[in-house]
């Protein structure tokens, strides 16, 4: 999941050194955080959280199929 959502976020930004994905485990879920640099916060959102909203999908629909329940945040 991790790789999967870095080379999301980097096909997206202008400044693709800076995505990082920091993993937190909780008790039921894992929690995928997203960094990306100021500037391209704008990019990995989209119009209206269009983006975020299928990034989160594409990650929610992977992580489905190995019976894991992840959410990504996008700081």
Avoid: C, F, Y
């Avoid at 790789?3 to 937190?24: G, T």
């Amino acid at each position: 999941m991790q790789e999967l959502l870095k080379v999301l976020a980097k096909a997206l930004v202008e400044n693709p050194d800076a995505v990082e994905v920091e993993i937190v485990e909780e008790e039921d879920r894992t929690v995928l955080k997203l960094h990306v640099a100021q500037e391209d916060m704008g990019r990995v959102i989209g119009k209206q959280g269009r983006i975020a909203k299928s990034i989160r999908t594409i990650v929610k629909s992977a992580a489905t199929r190995e019976n894991k329940k992840v959410t990504v945040d996008i700081d």
